[in-house]
């Protein structure tokens, strides 16, 4: 089907369910330079491909760097950012992250909101087909996603974008750049509208503990070129979401950051299925032989 085509279907679609899909200029066909610089001003040229081959805490180590010289740039939790990659590129192994280096499915276009200091070229496209939900419909469509020459590159891209995406005359995500709580700070970008999963916080917050993710929040000696420009975001860190403490005097595990986790026991750490900020989503994850956890390891739910 031509794009034009395939525009009106989409248009009509939308109507038919009350409302309209917003789209950006005319896009330019795919591009894809041949002659990548060598280096890149964004801290290097890391080609998702490359490192799908790693083991998966391998590919976490690389993320993890990756996104600690971006928060050193940008102000935005490392931990949070390494985990949306994680979540959203599936540890980079999605079409778009290996064959675009889009390790966030940015789309060439989003509701046509612009901001400043975009990595992203303005030109180079990887289109693919998605599907998108209008008013409670589902239609499959062909769409351009952005395509850049590395995964420093598509970092940078998407920490921009959540400091500077425009709501009105404020900012989408006020109150993300320099929040050292990673809780928070995925909470301010679900708050914003970035993703509709009601459990995108618990889902972001989990894979920020089960991964460790907040040891890349420390940014000490982390030297960047723009350190003078931005402002300044070293300060260590001392909240980790899966630092676990021995409580005096009764020897059992105590967590300060409030997640109720699900385990089949409070001891048995690798059974865990995850680590939810709201109750409620917890006791929807629970399973037969599982049950749900307070910070203080104390019993909180157990399937009837």
């Known amino acids: 089907m031509k794009k034009s085509k395939l525009l009106l279907f989409v248009c009509c679609a939308a109507l038919a369910a009350g409302s309209v899909p917003v789209y950006g200029a005319q896009i330019p066909e795919p591009t894809v330079s041949e002659d990548r610089p060598a280096a890149s001003i964004f801290g290097g ?3 998702a491909l490359e490192l799908i081959d790693l083991e998966q805490e391998e590919r976490v180590e690389r993320i993890g760097e ?11 939790l490392a931990s949070v950012t390494a985990a949306q990659c994680i979540l959203e590129s599936g540890y980079l192994t999605s079409e778009l992250a290996s064959e675009a280096n889009n390790c966030f499915g940015m789309k060439a276009m989003l509701s046509n909101n612009d901001w400043e200091d975009s990595a992203w070229d303005g ?3 990887y289109r693919k087909q998605t599907r998108e939900e209008y008013s409670g419909q589902v239609v499959t469509i062909e769409a351009d996603f952005r395509q850049y020459d590395s995964m420093e590159a598509s970092l940078a891209d998407h920490s921009a974008y959540l400091l500077g995406a425009k709501s ?6 006020e109150g993300l750049r320099g929040e050292e709580d990673p809780q928070r700070a995925v909470q301010i970008i679900k708050d914003g509208g970035y993703a509709t999963d009601s459990s995108y916080v618990d889902k972001v917050c989990a894979i920020i503990e089960r991964h460790d993710l907040t040891r890349f929040d420390d940014i000490d000696g982390v030297e960047t070129a723009q350190d003078e420009e931005r402002e ?6 001392d909240k980790k979401v899966q630092k676990a403490a021995v409580s005096p005097g009764n020897g ?3 967590y300060r950051d409030g997640y109720y986790r699900v385990r089949k026991s409070w001891t048995d750490l690798d059974t865990q299925i995850g680590a939810f900020g709201v109750l409620e989503n917890a006791k929807e994850a629970c399973k037969p032989g599982y049950q749900v956890y307070d910070a203080k390891g104390n019993v909180v739910y157990t399937l009837p």
């Open 45 to 47: 040229m890391t080609q």
């Open 66 to 76: 990756m996104c600690r010289e971006d928060y050193a740039k940008s102000g935005v």
């Open 123 to 125: 030109v180079s496209v």
């Open 168 to 173: 009105g005359s404020g900012l989408r995500y």
């Open 232 to 237: 300044p975001a070293k300060k260590k860190k």
């Open 252 to 254: 059992t595990l105590t």
